[in-house]
């Protein structure tokens, strides 16, 4: 794992999300709350890969198949001072 420390920034450009919450979302009238708190998920290691899990729904959101392979990750955070 290289030094760049940019990959410890939010690097998130598409957020995974329950369809069902999205629907969920969308139908309700001034939401007091954002989707992304709205969305709750459970997201880890299974047998395969990762999945990410909605708690609200107790469904798949999307399980990743690491096809036997061990892809680069990183768990070092930046601390915020
Ligand atoms: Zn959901």
């Known amino acids: 794992m290289n030094d ?3 990959n410890l920034l939010n ?4 957020p995974m999300v329950c369809e069902t919450c999205l ?3 969308g139908a309700l009238q001034n939401p007091d709350i954002t989707l992304r708190d709205y969305v ?12 990410v899990w909605c708690q609200r729904h107790n469904k ?5 198949d690491f096809e036997g392979n061990r ?11």
């Open 4 to 6: 760049n420390y940019e």
């Open 11 to 14: 690097n998130i450009t598409e």
């Open 23 to 25: 629907k969920e979302y």
């Open 40 to 51: 709750k998920v459970d997201v880890g290691f299974s047998l395969v890969g990762i999945q």
């Open 60 to 64: 798949n959101v999307c399980h990743i």
């Open 71 to 81: 892809p680069k990750a990183d768990f070092r955070s930046l601390e915020k001072k």
